[in-house]
């Protein structure tokens, strides 16, 4: 393959490729980051939980040690750096060592009965390092108190740590969701990528397909997918195509040779009349001209009835008493010649076309009167969910290998050529048509004498009550 074809084939399942991968990495991205800040929020929540936790209970230590006029010293604790007690006009009355001689931790006093407040300071003189405090007001009224009078503060403190106070947290689970979300991309295109292969395989075979070489078959996968089952649904509608443009290019190449005979005979019947008009009897000659234009005419008829079965639209279809419309055919056979015996043991009701399938009743009756000797035997009966019409003659036959041949446009046995040589070759072939487009068919059955040709079609509705033989 050029290269040319090769660029213009690639940029299909690439585009897949990188619509999948984008949408992929995308959803995940979006995921992976709402987790992220769910997690994000659930650690911080915990560590401030446990650091809080801690600075309550060295608080309730204090405080629980204090009696009136007695100050015990505070007692700070690995996640306690700094407590104080601060009277209501911000002076440090009592501090640890590591708050000794430093300015209260905050100017925040908490109202009268607020408990414990927590909150987050950046004290000047802790080289812009932030601390988590908790403050607790002691009321001067109450018995236990140490000083009595005015209300005082504790505050507690302890610095505030890395994973709160700075974005670690979400710098680390950005940049795994980034990064797994790329991957999840990557992952998604490398898939997508190996799945599509055989689509590719598949379209390029497709479009190398023409009505030059229409052998070419798309490469059907091992596995059963539905990739496979693309394959072969390709494979499957290839055939059809093949086999309905050699069916098509077969019937243009018959029609063609069946139409030049009555043109060529048509042609040589004008020059000889123009060439020769002392020797030319003129009546004579627009006498075989007109049976040569009528003979074309015939055939262009059949023809054109050809197409029209072949393009039929199902949905046209009606119910039709399949008995009654044999019944109008039979009667409407001309009276002199071979007899026709008809015997209906039911009336089934089928879908279809009453012009259609009556030219096919026609051309069966007429078929079976060309060939009989002596009567012709039909019957309209029903076998399962198929109405079966069966049209008998007592005539010469048709031979085993020629049963299927004679449904093939314009051809013609060299018995039907002897009675009938101004046929077209195409009454059997529409006829077999015509039944297959109503989901039928149309056989030669064996028989002890003569031909038998079965018209099988489904039934719509259940038959009616039998009647009494024709």
Avoid at 52 to 78: F, K, L, N, Q, T
Avoid at 160 to 168: F, G, H, I, Q, S
Wanted: glycine fraction near 6%; charge should be neutral; hydrophobic fraction near 45%.
């Amino acid at each position: 393959m050029s290269p040319l074809v090769s660029r213009r084939r690639w940029p299909y399942p690439q585009s897949i490729r990188v619509r999948f991968a984008l949408a992929v990495g995308a959803l995940f991205l979006a995921l992976l980051s709402a987790v992220g800040a769910l997690a994000v929020y659930g650690i911080r929540h915990r560590i401030a939980a446990d650091l809080a936790e801690g600075v309550h209970m060295a608080i309730v230590d204090w405080v629980s040690r204090m009696r009136p006029g007695y100050i015990p010293p505070p007692r700070p604790s690995a996640r306690v750096r700094y407590l104080q007690l601060v009277n209501s006009r911000g002076q440090v009355v009592v501090a640890n060592a590591a708050a000794a001689g430093k300015a209260p931790l905050s100017t925040l006093k908490p109202a009268p009965g607020d408990g414990m407040h927590d909150f987050t300071v950046c004290p000047p003189w802790d080289n812009g390092t932030c601390l988590l405090v908790t403050a607790l007001r002691l009321e001067g009224q109450m018995p236990d108190v140490p000083l009595r009078g005015e209300p005082h503060y504790i505050y507690a403190g302890t610095v505030e740590p890395p994973a709160l106070a700075r974005p670690y947290l979400e710098a680390g689970f950005g940049a795994a969701a980034l990064v797994a979300s790329l991957m999840a991309a990557l992952g998604t295109r490398v898939v997508v990528g190996r799945t599509l292969r055989p689509v590719q395989a598949i379209s390029t075979k497709m479009r190398e397909a023409t009505a030059n070489d229409l052998t070419m078959r798309v490469p059907a996968p091992l596995h059963n997918d539905e990739i496979a089952e693309f394959a072969r649904a390709s494979n499957a509608y290839l055939d059809r195509l093949e086999k309905a443009v050699n069916a098509y290019l077969r019937f243009a190449s018959l029609a063609s040779h069946e139409l030049r005979s009555p043109v060529t005979a048509l042609r040589t019947q004008l020059e000889e009349a123009l060439m020769y008009p002392g020797d030319v009897d003129a009546h004579a000659a627009l006498e075989h001209t007109l049976r040569s234009t009528e003979r074309l005419e015939a055939i262009i008829d059949d023809l054109l009835a050809y197409t029209r079965v072949q393009n039929a639209r199902p949905e046209a279809y009606q119910p039709l008493d399949l008995a009654a419309l044999v019944k109008d055919e039979v009667a409407g056979m001309p009276r002199e010649g071979i007899p026709i015996r008809l015997r209906v043991t039911c009336r089934p009701t089928v879908r279809g076309s009453s012009v259609q399938l009556g030219r096919v009743l026609t051309n069966l009756l007429a078929n079976a009167r060309r060939h009989a000797r002596s009567h012709i035997d039909v019957t309209v009966e029903q076998v399962d969910h198929q109405a079966v019409v069966t049209v008998q003659d007592d005539g010469a036959g048709i031979a085993a290998e020629d049963r299927e041949r004679i449904f093939d446009p314009f051809v013609r046995l060299p018995e039907s050529l002897r009675l009938d040589p101004g046929g077209s070759g195409l009454g059997l072939a529409i006829s077999r048509e015509t039944c297959q487009a109503h989901g039928g068919s149309l056989t030669v059955e064996d028989c002890p004498d003569g031909a038998r040709f079965a018209l099988r079609l489904p039934v719509s509705e259940p038959a009616a009550e039998r009647g009494a033989p024709a």
